[in-house]
């Protein structure tokens, strides 16, 4: 088991590097900042992990375009690999490595496809976002790129794959299933997480590399934080007794970095507290390019807890 996990590790360690230099050599030739390639490029590659219609990737970029987007709507060829009758049918495709071919399957072509549709827009984030918005006309999932693209920019490195259990270890917190519990405040419903018990003021911390989409009062969550990570899953802090100091909407965080502290807030208007024992609720929510839906974090918690176990014994 540790021989396949070491190989599965270093086979995507070195994706992340020809991913890197993929990404820098299309930046070179059209201009487009390379984090914003990966932002796309990952938010693609998550989007095809939740739609059942799109097929899996075969290389290292994750961008997909139907074959009548490449050759064109009325080209009778959907196999079509040459540029001129592609561009003659008004299709998509173009040739980014020189070979005279334009191959919807070929990762060079691909990205320097999207890189040359969002270069006739500009280069700087207000056009690039035009051009996003332009693309998949929705504004979340347009946010959601520039999240991503914030935080490649900050950290220089698509290596980002830590993660960190949301209280510290040595802190006194206690924690089990509580995902589909039922709820009673504000109407029936189910309980969209895990309640991880601590003291007041216990530190709270992301768990992964992400940007910060949302800090500030929900009447039922009270203070909440909620996080936006590389892989289009956003994390859900609630209940806390305030925010670590500079973190606000559009703050970069890394895994283990407080972003806030145990509380009892909520089921009321802002500054409600006490109303249950203070804890941390914890949630987490996928995204599809059309809808979001939440997901138990219980296995991912108690994964989280273990790795950091085991790295601090180390």
Request: cysteine-free; hydrophobic content about 30%; charged content about 25%.
């Given at each position: 088991?540790?021989?396949?996990d ?11 590097v ?7 050599k299309?930046e070179?030739?059209t201009?487009?900042?390379?984090y ?8 693609e590659?998550?989007i095809?992990?939740t ?15 139907s074959p009548r987007?490449?050759?064109?709507p009325?080209n009778?060829?959907l ?9 003659l049918?008004?299709g998509i495709?173009?040739d980014?490595?020189?070979d005279?071919?334009a191959?919807?399957?070929n990762?060079?072509?691909?990205l320097?496809?999207f890189?040359?549709?969002?270069q ?7 056009n690039?976002k ?5 693309y998949y ?8 790129i520039l999240?991503?693209a914030k935080?490649?920019?900050?950290y220089q490195?698509?290596s980002l794959?830590?993660?960190a259990f949301?209280?510290p270890?040595n802190a006194?917190?206690?924690y089990r299933?509580?995902?589909g519990?039922r709820?009673?405040f ?5 309980h969209?997480?895990?309640d991880?018990?601590a003291?007041?003021?216990?530190p709270v911390?992301a768990?992964t590399?992400?940007v ?5 009062w929900?009447r039922?969550?009270?203070?909440r934080?909620g996080?936006r990570d590389?892989?289009n899953?956003?994390h859900y802090?609630?209940?806390?007794k305030?925010?670590e ?6 703050s970069?965080?890394k895994?283990g970095?407080?972003?806030g502290y ?6 009321g208007p802002p ?17 599809n390019?059309?809808?979001e839906?939440?997901?138990d974090?219980?296995p991912?918690?108690r994964?989280?807890?273990?790795l950091?176990?085991?790295?601090n014994r180390?």
């Amino acid at each position: 088991m540790l021989t396949t996990d070491v190989s599965a590790k270093s086979k995507y360690q070195k994706e992340d590097v020809d991913r890197f230099a993929l990404y820098h050599k299309i930046e070179a030739i059209t201009s487009v900042p390379w984090y914003y390639l990966a932002a796309v490029d990952q938010y693609e590659r998550s989007i095809r992990k939740t739609q059942k219609d799109l097929p899996e990737e075969k290389g290292l970029v994750g961008i997909y375009y139907s074959p009548r987007q490449w050759v064109g709507p009325l080209n009778p060829n959907l196999n079509d690999t040459n540029p001129a009758t592609i561009a003659l049918f008004e299709g998509i495709g173009l040739d980014g490595n020189g070979d005279g071919k334009a191959e919807r399957e070929n990762d060079e072509d691909v990205l320097y496809t999207f890189a040359h549709y969002l270069q006739s827009y500009g280069f700087d984030e207000e056009n690039l976002k035009i051009g996003l918005w332009e693309y998949y006309q929705r504004d979340k999932t347009v946010d959601i790129i520039l999240g991503m693209a914030k935080v490649y920019k900050e950290y220089q490195t698509l290596s980002l794959n830590e993660r960190a259990f949301p209280v510290p270890l040595n802190a006194n917190y206690s924690y089990r299933n509580t995902w589909g519990d039922r709820r009673g405040f504000g109407g029936l419903r189910i309980h969209e997480g895990t309640d991880i018990f601590a003291d007041y003021g216990v530190p709270v911390r992301a768990t992964t590399y992400g940007v910060v989409e949302v800090a500030g009062w929900n009447r039922f969550g009270g203070w909440r934080v909620g996080i936006r990570d590389l892989n289009n899953v956003y994390h859900y802090y609630a209940h806390l007794k305030g925010f670590e100091k500079g973190i606000g909407k559009g703050s970069v965080v890394k895994p283990g970095q407080v972003i806030g502290y145990v509380g009892s807030s909520g089921y009321g208007p802002p500054g409600t507290q006490g109303k249950f024992p203070p804890h941390l609720h914890y949630g987490m929510y996928r995204d599809n390019g059309f809808s979001e839906w939440s997901f138990d974090p219980y296995p991912y918690l108690r994964a989280w807890e273990r790795l950091e176990r085991i790295k601090n014994r180390k």
